[in-house]
């Protein structure tokens, strides 16, 4: 198991933190690491003392998204048996996101992400699942979700929540376009809740400085009340949340079974093909 | 019946203006003045000359919420008779949030509000189903919905409203964590359409600016379709709404059953619980 | 046919250019016009060597709505032969307007608008209905839909579509008091996704600028995801959209039948009623 | 006007009777008939003394749909020119069953369909949209709804109603395989309330005893209950009605432009297709 | 407390068993004893030992509905204050109303109700709230909601449910009409899930056979994943739901306040209105 | 690849038939053969020639669900290692669920089923998802959904499509009791279609029957407004269906990693719990 070593957990007062610690690869993360993330989100909100689950990172990037150069992933799986390799998709496809997306919509506790920069991919979708987030004073700070620039489809239910965070226009160029979306416009349409004056090389104090905000916010609250309330509240999208889940994980599959994000990656990975950044 | 003393009623031309007129306590509400409160509201939707029914204030708050230190409450009420108990709190807090909640959403003219100061409680959450917010140019402007800090749950649809009209992120810091969210943030965000250049203590020009305001803006309207337009658009969202209604009219029922606001209440009287202010 | 005079269309690359043509009449359209302007929207959808639907204009105005000057609109319809009456309206409203808002929220490809001057009336419907807009750098750029105004109702889904993308307090200006919302506004709230440094005299310059900016967008684009995501997002609101836009399409027949708008049109024309711009 | 001679319009007591007479086409309706009843089920609408609206016919067919041998119905219309094709198939189709669906599903009172004989098509959908259906006692009752049969889609919201009156099972039969549903199962299912015990051929006497059964169920109801209960039971599933209206009415204009259900007719006439009766 | 006498609360195994125990007043139930049986329900809730919640009772009637007649209840109610009639029937309608409609839907065991004879009014949308329900086998059972009949609109979410459970057609004609719906059609609908062979003189054999019925249809179930299955069911239609309960609690006070009930009442009394039965 | 030899393919004019061939397993599935049943329904989806896709079944029985017993399934995999024990349940079980689920309710021909026996199981919520349903005419035919007996949850979205097609009564009885619904019942409710004169033992005759059958029904009808026909229906439920299904797949993960259904599967297999048939 990788946990306490490419990801860390520890309670911190009413806290829970999972720390992605893995700068040397940008935070990407394969299947096993995603699932581990999943695990730990699930461990904290079983905890009962907690309030807090606080997703942080370390290094220059949040997270890069699913490592695709990861050794476990097999693009030339049996490609001639149809079954078989539906089968390998829909265990490193499917599965995965239906899980992950599932842990965090389902997560009852305060879900706060800290970005201490970029974010792409999968993990993007997890953090437009997030309850509150927090982003570091860095004009490099951006969520990408190249889906499109991939030959895939939206993961992690960001076909429902960049719409309901953005509007219509953003999530489209977002989406469609496969365009960043950065720090700046984050904070001025509301989606970071608040930018902390520390520089993408002072990630530890960043980290720091958010816990103290969380210890400090929850100061003389009611945990059932805020547990209610954020039930009261999930109770409005969580249908169309998980309508859009239900889609995105076989759509998602199909393209795979197409071939499409396989040419892309090895475009990508012998430099023809631009990746979006 | 305390119409023409804690809550002014009159018409003026298409507009009919309902004042809350207790500045004394900040504009709080009792029971029967928050009844009172919709039953002028009741009465403006069927007065067929209006247009407008405006909700302004006077002194220096909005409404800071429930008046709790009203001596028609009872904290104390037999808790060794759960059925009296449970009576007493569905009389006392279910039956007027139901209402009111229902009388404002369900209201036909265009809804506005003039903000002349911050707004607390149940009262933010009536703000929040207006359809037109102005507010006066001072910086200490907020909506504060403190259910959490209170041991309650959102009450006045505000689970359903915030998280339309904020977006999730702020919607959270303001439910979840109790925040007060200024009126700098709304403006941005879309929340208050206009902030008239008065200052706090300016709140008669402003209430009568927003009149003129409102008096202007009707020139050469058709009654008729604004109010089928109005119409259209919350048939967009009304089922959403009364569904959060029927659960916070109830939820918040077995938080007082429970005792956590009481306990709450009793720690701000006696100063060992700091507002959230 | 009046294609390829009043409204262009053309392909260049893989964006098909619709271009409003009528400056004269600061491209306010007439029934067949708006049919028109339908037909090639399902031309450029059933094309599948593209991947945008461009909508463009000239002149000084993007559109001034429908051209209630043309002859072809008979005010003075049989109005003592009710069914002949319903009629006429039914053919030149109803299903006008039905069609053209299917039309345009069936579109597969990426829908943008480029809006170089004022917007009004139907045409503030389809343009809410796009998936990304641009405008010219101009501060009389404004979105105005006087449906109050003129004894209507919404038209085009409008009655979704601001709530949705501007939300509930800047829609209810622009809805129920026919307020122009500007572009300045529409930037800060993400409607407009980006404005050109263009001015409003370089029409053409910002055209091209446009195209360039979807051509520089779509490089290394999969179209199969982009479709696929574009039905994903789609699919969280298409059920809303295509109820309000089955109310609009009558209760707005309702108003022609009371001759609400008749008179509000003899009015302006005999300048007795203010316009709303 | 055909008033009071194709369709008949009385007020008996507390019920608006419209009655179809057109027993020789087997109350097969034309254009300019559907607009009719439609006028005359608004004009119940409005009548402020009836309670009940009943549509009952005449002759050995309660409906058989659209009259498409009416000699105002022009099938070989300008083929060569698309956008007067449109037109021609929006005006002659679209708007006919935009407003005649919507009239029946927002009507006030309490509407009651009397079926003494078949029905067929479009009408099969108005009567999906009847609250309480009576049946005369004949084997032969049956309703059909051959969209699939003739080239074209479901109408008159039929697409939703069946499915929610029928089940999925009976409802895929009757709409997918254009297969009649006979009076026996409707009664068995729940779709017709009652069974009269007359045959075809005592269809007056039918008549009188449907009106005799609202009169004495009428007794003692307050009006206003009544009102507002089906008010109630309609926000249930309006919006889902809406949405399929939407789509039935665009869908189906698409499918005359392909020339599908011209084609369709013109074998019928010709012998070479057997009707699915 | 009027527990064990009024209404019974008793453990046996798996099952809690809730009886209504008024058969000289057919269990007509006034404010308090409708209120004491929600507490019942939710003290059955908390019980970790128990899979069912069963409702049985005495005598002829399951349940006559709202106890008019009872001295606890003022129709006189001085009706020259406004704010206090409002508060009057706001605390004797609609808190009654709103809190038991939401204990039986968010109840989590498995609700069973034993209809031992006709079942009326609030007690019915109750009933169709219940998961499983058994009747004797007697013509005379019968549910009836004369909401119509009373000057009221529906209660208990019933507005919902029986067009859920009934379809339209017998929804209408048990809503709109107040037709009780007899044993033999709620059997071949399937709302009635299975009738014992006992008459209505043997409610007690009757209500040990239904018990007998549980325990063996308990018998190997996994009693998580029941409740995990009842929650994953009751997703579909909760919304719904609740929406429907926020206007019939509301809706309804408003025809206590126009006196429509009242009025009602006393002419049944004094036999000038013959009660729906 | 077992196709060919465990379940058989072929297409007779318009219907592509779908035979599952392991009648001395009753029928059951291990997980390579759902799945390829999953890829053989796809293919019958992009046959552009067929208009049915037609399952019938062998033996005794249609289906006897999962096959438990099967070899390639571990009960006793690595449960000291958590995330591969997750992997496990996830690729086993998550997976091939959401995969059918969505191939089978997002099929656009007209999927047939022919009941030759009874049903148990994941299978019967495929069969819930079918839109005609035919019986042989054999009192033992019945379905089985199980999973509170198994320790499970909901599969195939039978928690939303039993509710829909069976309403609340019996679909809970089905569900939280695991009660099998015999065929008599299935064709009173309108969930079967219709029952052919055949016994259990002349399967070979019923599915030549069902084919001449849908080979009659099919003559005449257009293809294209079939499809689309069936495109309009299912977008009424798509949402709540897709909903459904994201939940199942992830509650059910949880039972298996609780071990809930391998305890109940080993007490089955060692005779001490009586299965649920």
Redesign the interface.
């Known amino acids: 198991?990788t946990e306490g070593r490419d990801i860390l957990y520890e309670i911190h007062d009413k806290v829970a933190i999972i720390t992605l610690n893995l700068p040397q690869v940008y935070n990407s993360l394969n299947n096993?690491q995603y699932?581990?993330l999943g695990?730990l989100v699930e461990r904290a909100n079983d905890n009962n003392s907690t309030l807090f689950t606080l997703i942080q990172s370390t290094g220059k990037y949040f997270s890069s998204g699913a490592n695709v150069k990861d050794i476990s992933l097999d693009f030339n799986v049996d490609v001639n048996?149809?079954?078989e390799e539906?089968?390998y998709w829909?265990?490193n496809f499917?599965?995965?996101n239906?899980?992950l997306t599932?842990i965090f919509y389902?997560h009852k506790k305060?879900l706060v992400g800290a970005l201490n920069g970029p974010c792409i991919g999968l993990t993007t979708g997890l953090v437009a699942l997030m309850?509150?987030?927090y982003s570091i004073n860095d004009e490099d700070v951006f969520l990408l979700a190249p889906?499109?620039?991939?030959?895939?489809?939206?993961e992690g239910g960001i076909?429902?929540t960049l719409?309901?965070?953005?509007?219509?226009?953003?999530?489209?160029?977002a989406?469609?376009?496969?365009?960043p979306i950065h720090v700046k416009?984050l904070l001025?349409?509301?989606?970071?809740?608040k930018n902390f004056q520390f520089k993408s090389n002072q990630v530890d104090q960043f980290n720091k400085s958010v816990l103290k905000e969380l210890l400090n916010?929850?100061?003389?609250?009611?945990s059932?009340?805020?547990l209610?309330?954020?039930e009261?509240?999930k109770?409005?999208?969580?249908?169309?949340l998980?309508?859009?889940?239900?889609?995105?994980?076989?759509?998602g599959?199909k393209?795979w079974l197409k071939h499409?994000p396989q040419e892309?990656f090895k475009k990508i990975a012998s430099k023809n093909?631009?990746h979006?950044l």
Do not use: C, P, W
Not at 147 to 154: H, R
Not at 175 to 179: F, P, Q, V
């Open positions: 198991m096993d699932l581990l695990k048996n149809d079954l539906t089968k829909l265990n499917t599965s995965r239906a899980y599932h389902s305060i309850d509150i987030i889906f499109a620039n991939l030959g895939l489809v939206t076909g429902y719409l309901s965070r953005l509007g219509l226009s953003y999530a489209n160029e989406l469609l376009l496969s365009k416009r001025q349409i509301g989606f970071i809740n916010s929850s100061i003389n609250l009611e059932e009340s805020i209610d309330i954020k009261i509240i109770s409005n999208y969580l249908k169309d998980e309508s859009i889940n239900s889609k995105e994980i076989i759509i599959l393209k499409l892309r093909l631009k979006k």
